[in-house]
Protein backbone atom coordinates (compact mmCIF):
# COMPACT_ATOMS: atom_id res chain seq x y z
CA UNK A 1 0.00 0.00 0.00
CA UNK A 2 1.30 3.57 -0.81
CA UNK A 3 2.68 5.67 2.23
CA UNK A 4 0.00 8.54 1.73
CA UNK A 5 -2.93 6.02 1.72
CA UNK A 6 -1.26 4.02 4.80
CA UNK A 7 -0.87 7.13 6.78
CA UNK A 8 -4.06 8.49 5.76
CA UNK A 9 -5.94 5.37 7.41
CA UNK A 10 -3.90 5.71 10.42
CA UNK A 11 -4.47 9.63 10.92
CA UNK A 12 -8.18 9.16 10.77
CA UNK A 13 -8.33 6.28 12.51
CA UNK A 14 -6.14 8.02 16.03
CA UNK A 15 -8.65 11.40 15.40
CA UNK A 16 -11.33 9.09 15.98
CA UNK A 17 -9.76 7.46 18.44
CA UNK A 18 -9.17 10.36 20.61
CA UNK A 19 -12.82 11.52 20.22
CA UNK A 20 -13.75 7.73 22.02
CA UNK A 21 -11.33 7.93 25.05
CA UNK A 22 -12.42 11.67 25.44
CA UNK A 23 -15.83 10.07 26.12
CA UNK A 24 -14.71 8.09 28.53
CA UNK A 25 -14.98 8.68 32.82
CA UNK A 26 -11.70 7.83 33.35
CA UNK A 27 -12.06 7.35 37.52
CA UNK A 28 -14.76 5.01 36.59
CA UNK A 29 -12.65 3.77 34.26
CA UNK A 30 -9.67 3.07 36.53
CA UNK A 31 -12.33 1.80 39.38
CA UNK A 32 -13.52 -0.70 36.80
CA UNK A 33 -10.15 -2.19 36.04
CA UNK A 34 -9.27 -2.02 39.22
CA UNK A 35 -12.44 -4.00 40.59
CA UNK A 36 -11.77 -6.90 37.74
CA UNK A 37 -8.38 -7.15 38.11
CA UNK A 38 -6.18 -10.08 35.97
CA UNK A 39 -10.00 -11.06 34.46
CA UNK A 40 -9.98 -7.38 32.62
CA UNK A 41 -6.58 -8.98 31.17
CA UNK A 42 -8.26 -12.28 30.49
CA UNK A 43 -11.02 -10.07 28.69
CA UNK A 44 -7.92 -8.52 26.46
CA UNK A 45 -5.87 -11.33 25.49
CA UNK A 46 -9.37 -13.42 24.54
CA UNK A 47 -9.64 -11.00 21.52
CA UNK A 48 -6.26 -11.88 20.65
CA UNK A 49 -7.37 -15.59 20.35
CA UNK A 50 -10.67 -14.78 18.74
CA UNK A 51 -9.06 -12.26 15.14
CA UNK A 52 -7.55 -15.55 14.90
CA UNK A 53 -10.54 -17.15 14.33
CA UNK A 54 -11.58 -13.96 11.62
CA UNK A 55 -8.32 -14.60 10.17
CA UNK A 56 -8.39 -18.11 9.56
CA UNK A 57 -12.16 -17.77 7.86
CA UNK A 58 -10.62 -15.16 5.37
CA UNK A 59 -7.41 -17.27 5.00
CA UNK A 60 -9.15 -19.93 3.72
CA UNK A 61 -11.44 -17.53 1.17
CA UNK A 62 -8.32 -16.45 -0.15
CA UNK A 63 -6.51 -19.79 -0.86
CA UNK A 64 -10.20 -21.41 -2.48
CA UNK A 65 -9.64 -19.12 -5.04
CA UNK A 66 -7.94 -19.65 -8.30
CA UNK A 67 -5.23 -17.14 -9.51
CA UNK A 68 -1.58 -16.33 -9.30
CA UNK A 69 -0.27 -14.91 -6.07
CA UNK A 70 2.48 -13.28 -4.40
CA UNK A 71 3.75 -15.25 -1.07
CA UNK A 72 2.38 -13.84 2.55
CA UNK A 73 2.14 -15.14 5.93
CA UNK A 74 -0.67 -16.05 7.87
CA UNK A 75 0.36 -13.83 10.84
CA UNK A 76 0.30 -10.86 7.79
CA UNK A 77 -2.98 -11.47 7.26
CA UNK A 78 -3.86 -11.50 10.83
CA UNK A 79 -1.98 -8.01 11.27
CA UNK A 80 -4.42 -6.87 8.67
CA UNK A 81 -7.43 -8.30 9.91
CA UNK A 82 -6.92 -6.62 13.45
CA UNK A 83 -6.14 -3.12 11.65
CA UNK A 84 -9.42 -3.37 9.21
CA UNK A 85 -11.34 -4.64 12.71
CA UNK A 86 -10.12 -1.30 14.33
CA UNK A 87 -11.06 0.97 11.63
CA UNK A 88 -14.95 -0.62 10.82
CA UNK A 89 -14.71 0.38 14.65
CA UNK A 90 -13.86 3.63 14.24
CA UNK A 91 -15.91 4.35 11.07
CA UNK A 92 -19.32 5.48 10.62
CA UNK A 93 -20.97 3.02 8.61
CA UNK A 94 -19.40 0.51 10.07
CA UNK A 95 -17.63 -0.94 6.64
CA UNK A 96 -16.15 1.82 5.05
CA UNK A 97 -13.17 1.88 6.57
CA UNK A 98 -11.58 -1.49 7.15
CA UNK A 99 -12.38 -3.13 3.81
CA UNK A 100 -11.00 -0.71 1.53
CA UNK A 101 -7.73 -0.83 3.80
CA UNK A 102 -7.92 -4.81 3.56
CA UNK A 103 -8.60 -4.26 -0.36
CA UNK A 104 -5.62 -2.30 -1.07
CA UNK A 105 -2.91 -4.04 1.43
CA UNK A 106 -3.87 -7.62 -0.27
CA UNK A 107 -4.15 -5.92 -4.05
CA UNK A 108 -0.64 -6.52 -4.54
CA UNK A 109 -0.20 -9.87 -3.42
CA UNK A 110 -3.32 -11.40 -5.48
CA UNK A 111 -4.17 -8.66 -7.79
CA UNK A 112 -7.72 -6.08 -7.41
CA UNK A 113 -10.41 -8.11 -8.57
CA UNK A 114 -9.33 -11.41 -6.79
CA UNK A 115 -8.46 -9.28 -3.54
CA UNK A 116 -11.66 -7.48 -3.39
CA UNK A 117 -14.18 -10.47 -3.89
CA UNK A 118 -12.23 -11.88 -1.19
CA UNK A 119 -12.73 -9.04 1.20
CA UNK A 120 -16.56 -9.10 -0.41
CA UNK A 121 -17.25 -13.07 0.40
CA UNK A 122 -15.15 -12.34 4.12
CA UNK A 123 -17.67 -9.58 5.08
CA UNK A 124 -20.64 -11.50 3.96
CA UNK A 125 -19.47 -14.64 6.31
CA UNK A 126 -19.16 -12.37 8.58
CA UNK A 127 -22.48 -11.16 8.56
CA UNK A 128 -23.75 -14.29 7.40
CA UNK A 129 -22.82 -15.50 11.27
CA UNK A 130 -23.91 -12.82 12.97
CA UNK A 131 -27.70 -13.61 11.52
CA UNK A 132 -27.08 -17.53 12.16
CA UNK A 133 -26.13 -16.44 15.82
CA UNK A 134 -28.82 -14.23 16.76
CA UNK A 135 -31.51 -16.87 15.08
CA UNK A 136 -29.93 -20.05 17.63
CA UNK A 137 -29.76 -17.33 20.18
CA UNK A 138 -33.63 -16.99 19.98
CA UNK A 139 -33.80 -21.10 20.10
CA UNK A 140 -31.29 -20.84 22.86
CA UNK A 141 -33.69 -18.32 24.78
CA UNK A 142 -36.52 -20.29 24.51
CA UNK A 143 -35.05 -23.59 25.65
CA UNK A 144 -33.83 -21.78 28.75
CA UNK A 145 -35.53 -18.69 29.55
CA UNK A 146 -39.36 -17.82 31.27
CA UNK A 147 -41.13 -17.06 27.86
CA UNK A 148 -43.90 -14.36 27.98
CA UNK A 149 -46.39 -12.36 25.47
CA UNK A 150 -43.87 -9.81 24.55
CA UNK A 151 -40.78 -11.69 24.36
CA UNK A 152 -42.28 -14.10 22.68
CA UNK A 153 -43.57 -11.22 19.84
CA UNK A 154 -40.04 -9.84 19.90
CA UNK A 155 -38.14 -13.26 19.53
CA UNK A 156 -40.70 -14.50 16.73
CA UNK A 157 -39.62 -10.57 14.77
CA UNK A 158 -36.17 -11.66 15.00
CA UNK A 159 -36.66 -15.03 13.97
CA UNK A 160 -38.18 -13.63 10.89
CA UNK A 161 -35.80 -10.71 10.65
CA UNK A 162 -32.85 -13.65 10.56
CA UNK A 163 -34.70 -16.28 8.08
CA UNK A 164 -34.93 -13.28 5.40
CA UNK A 165 -31.49 -12.32 5.97
CA UNK A 166 -30.28 -15.99 5.56
CA UNK A 167 -32.39 -16.28 2.67
CA UNK A 168 -31.05 -13.12 1.20
CA UNK A 169 -27.39 -13.83 2.11
CA UNK A 170 -27.63 -17.48 -0.06
CA UNK A 171 -29.15 -15.90 -3.14
CA UNK A 172 -26.19 -13.17 -2.77
CA UNK A 173 -23.75 -16.20 -2.44
CA UNK A 174 -25.42 -18.17 -5.48
CA UNK A 175 -24.95 -14.90 -8.21
CA UNK A 176 -22.77 -12.66 -6.37
CA UNK A 177 -23.39 -9.18 -5.38
CA UNK A 178 -21.06 -6.48 -7.29
CA UNK A 179 -23.13 -6.28 -10.20
CA UNK A 180 -26.43 -6.16 -8.17
CA UNK A 181 -25.19 -3.77 -5.94
CA UNK A 182 -23.80 -1.24 -8.24
CA UNK A 183 -27.37 -1.49 -10.06
CA UNK A 184 -28.59 -0.83 -6.46
CA UNK A 185 -26.67 2.19 -6.07
CA UNK A 186 -27.12 3.42 -9.77
CA UNK A 187 -30.84 4.35 -8.41
CA UNK A 188 -30.03 6.17 -5.16
CA UNK A 189 -30.28 10.11 -6.19
CA UNK A 190 -26.98 11.91 -5.65
CA UNK A 191 -24.79 8.98 -6.22
CA UNK A 192 -26.50 7.52 -9.19
CA UNK A 193 -24.98 8.83 -12.29
CA UNK A 194 -21.53 8.37 -10.49
CA UNK A 195 -22.35 4.78 -9.53
CA UNK A 196 -23.76 4.10 -13.27
CA UNK A 197 -20.39 5.52 -14.95
CA UNK A 198 -18.07 3.72 -12.30
CA UNK A 199 -20.51 0.08 -13.61
CA UNK A 200 -19.76 1.21 -17.32
CA UNK A 201 -16.16 1.68 -16.55
CA UNK A 202 -15.59 -1.64 -15.11
CA UNK A 203 -18.72 -3.64 -15.71
CA UNK A 204 -16.23 -6.55 -16.90
CA UNK A 205 -14.54 -6.62 -12.98
CA UNK A 206 -17.39 -6.39 -11.71
CA UNK A 207 -18.78 -9.46 -13.10
CA UNK A 208 -15.50 -11.41 -12.89
CA UNK A 209 -15.75 -10.56 -8.52
CA UNK A 210 -18.85 -12.00 -9.00
CA UNK A 211 -17.97 -15.02 -10.30
CA UNK A 212 -15.55 -15.55 -8.18
CA UNK A 213 -17.77 -14.88 -5.47
CA UNK A 214 -20.63 -17.67 -6.62
CA UNK A 215 -17.55 -20.29 -7.41
CA UNK A 216 -16.99 -20.11 -3.43
CA UNK A 217 -20.83 -21.23 -2.61
CA UNK A 218 -21.02 -23.18 -5.40
CA UNK A 219 -18.19 -25.38 -6.22
CA UNK A 220 -16.59 -25.45 -2.87
CA UNK A 221 -18.71 -26.22 -0.64
CA UNK A 222 -16.58 -26.90 2.22
CA UNK A 223 -14.88 -23.39 2.14
CA UNK A 224 -18.09 -22.03 2.27
CA UNK A 225 -18.81 -24.24 5.54
CA UNK A 226 -15.70 -24.31 7.41
CA UNK A 227 -15.84 -19.93 6.96
CA UNK A 228 -19.07 -20.01 8.01
CA UNK A 229 -18.33 -22.16 11.48
CA UNK A 230 -15.40 -20.29 12.10
CA UNK A 231 -17.09 -17.26 12.03
CA UNK A 232 -20.23 -18.79 14.20
CA UNK A 233 -17.73 -20.42 16.27
CA UNK A 234 -15.88 -17.01 16.81
CA UNK A 235 -19.18 -15.47 18.19
CA UNK A 236 -20.44 -17.84 20.71
CA UNK A 237 -16.51 -18.11 21.88
CA UNK A 238 -16.76 -14.53 22.32
CA UNK A 239 -19.66 -14.94 24.52
CA UNK A 240 -16.45 -15.73 27.27
CA UNK A 241 -15.94 -11.83 27.41
CA UNK A 242 -18.95 -11.02 29.13
CA UNK A 243 -18.87 -14.33 31.40
CA UNK A 244 -15.62 -13.37 32.43
CA UNK A 245 -16.58 -9.72 33.43
CA UNK A 246 -19.49 -11.41 35.41
CA UNK A 247 -17.30 -13.96 37.61
CA UNK A 248 -16.03 -10.71 39.22
CA UNK A 249 -19.65 -9.69 40.49
CA UNK A 250 -21.45 -12.82 40.37
CA UNK A 251 -19.47 -16.06 40.62
CA UNK A 252 -22.57 -18.17 39.78
CA UNK A 253 -22.83 -16.34 36.35
CA UNK A 254 -24.13 -18.60 33.59
CA UNK A 255 -22.26 -18.90 30.10
CA UNK A 256 -25.80 -19.60 27.98
CA UNK A 257 -26.79 -16.26 29.74
CA UNK A 258 -23.86 -14.58 28.66
CA UNK A 259 -24.07 -15.99 25.39
CA UNK A 260 -28.18 -14.00 24.93
CA UNK A 261 -26.61 -11.11 26.56
CA UNK A 262 -24.17 -11.19 23.78
CA UNK A 263 -26.47 -11.85 21.26
CA UNK A 264 -29.54 -9.38 22.04
CA UNK A 265 -26.69 -6.83 22.89
CA UNK A 266 -24.84 -6.91 19.45
CA UNK A 267 -28.65 -6.93 17.68
CA UNK A 268 -29.06 -3.73 18.95
CA UNK A 269 -25.93 -2.31 18.50
CA UNK A 270 -26.04 -3.29 14.77
CA UNK A 271 -29.34 -1.90 14.16
CA UNK A 272 -26.75 1.74 15.26
CA UNK A 273 -24.36 1.14 12.76
CA UNK A 274 -23.83 4.67 11.55
CA UNK A 275 -22.22 5.58 15.20
CA UNK A 276 -18.48 4.99 14.99
CA UNK A 277 -17.91 2.28 18.28
CA UNK A 278 -21.44 2.35 18.16
CA UNK A 279 -20.97 4.91 21.40
CA UNK A 280 -23.76 4.52 23.34
CA UNK A 281 -25.83 2.05 21.44
CA UNK A 282 -23.36 -0.80 23.11
CA UNK A 283 -24.61 0.44 26.31
CA UNK A 284 -28.05 0.23 25.79
CA UNK A 285 -27.94 -3.10 24.38
CA UNK A 286 -26.10 -4.46 27.72
CA UNK A 287 -28.62 -2.67 29.64
CA UNK A 288 -31.70 -4.15 27.81
CA UNK A 289 -30.74 -7.40 27.74
CA UNK A 290 -29.17 -7.58 30.68
CA UNK A 291 -32.35 -6.73 32.62
CA UNK A 292 -34.71 -9.23 30.32
CA UNK A 293 -32.29 -12.06 31.97
CA UNK A 294 -32.80 -10.61 35.84
CA UNK A 295 -29.57 -9.25 36.14
CA UNK A 296 -29.02 -5.65 37.67
CA UNK A 297 -28.74 -2.62 36.06
CA UNK A 298 -25.43 -1.83 37.69
CA UNK A 299 -24.10 -5.33 36.65
CA UNK A 300 -24.82 -4.32 33.13
CA UNK A 301 -23.18 -0.95 33.54
CA UNK A 302 -19.98 -2.74 34.81
CA UNK A 303 -19.83 -5.50 31.90
CA UNK A 304 -20.60 -2.32 29.13
CA UNK A 305 -17.81 -0.29 30.73
CA UNK A 306 -14.74 -2.63 30.29
CA UNK A 307 -16.20 -4.22 26.79
CA UNK A 308 -16.07 -0.68 25.82
CA UNK A 309 -12.16 -0.03 27.14
CA UNK A 310 -11.27 -3.37 25.73
CA UNK A 311 -12.84 -2.30 22.20
CA UNK A 312 -10.51 0.99 22.45
CA UNK A 313 -7.39 -0.89 23.31
CA UNK A 314 -7.78 -2.97 20.63
CA UNK A 315 -8.56 -0.65 18.27
CA UNK A 316 -5.70 1.59 19.44
CA UNK A 317 -3.54 -1.56 18.38
CA UNK A 318 -5.16 -2.36 15.49
CA UNK A 319 -4.34 1.42 14.31
CA UNK A 320 -0.53 1.14 15.26
CA UNK A 321 -0.23 -1.85 13.56
CA UNK A 322 -1.31 -0.32 10.37
CA UNK A 323 2.60 1.21 10.09
CA UNK A 324 3.60 -2.35 10.51
CA UNK A 325 3.75 -2.16 6.98
CA UNK A 326 6.09 -4.92 5.28
CA UNK A 327 8.36 -3.42 3.10
CA UNK A 328 8.95 -4.44 -0.59
Not at 5 to 33: C, H, K, P, T
Not at 257 to 277: G, H, K
Request: charged share 15%.
Amino acid sequence: MKKKYQNGFLIFGLIVLAVMISQLDFQEVWEGIGRAGYWFLAVVLLWAVLYIFNTAAWWIIIKAQKGEEKPFSFLWLYKITVSGFALNYATPGGLMGGEPYRIMSLSPYIGTERATSSVLLYVMTHIFSHFWFWLLSCVLYVLTQPLNIPMGMLLAAVTAFCLTAIWFFLKGYKRGIAVSGMNILSHIPFIKKRAKRFFDNHAEQLRTIDRQIAALHNQNHRTFFTAVFLELACRVVSALEIFFILLVIMPSANYLQCILILAFTSLFANMLFFIPLQLGGREGGFLLSAKGLSIGASEGIFVALLVRLREIIWTGIGLLLIKMEKKS
